[in-house]
């Protein structure tokens, strides 16, 4: 049961990390000019929301399987 949250854990840093690759490469097309302030906002608000939707999904399912373990102990 502990593979699984690990798993979910790893499945949930390497979203992050895509996440945060897309935030960055909408920086630098601000910082280019090749979009405007308002789309910028736009497209950072929707790729913050994607973080927050896998963390609390990530946080939900790693509950999951500790509530799992533990009753699965006694």
Known sequence: MEAAGA??????DMQNIALDHEL??????????EITREKYDKERS???????????QAAIFSA????????SEN
């Open 7 to 12: 798993m979910i854990s790893a499945i949930s």
């Open 24 to 33: 960055a490469m909408l920086d630098t097309k601000l910082a280019a000019g």
């Open 46 to 56: 929707k790729i913050l929301t994607k973080q927050a939707i896998n963390d609390k």
């Open 64 to 71: 999951t399987i500790a509530t799992a373990v533990a009753v």
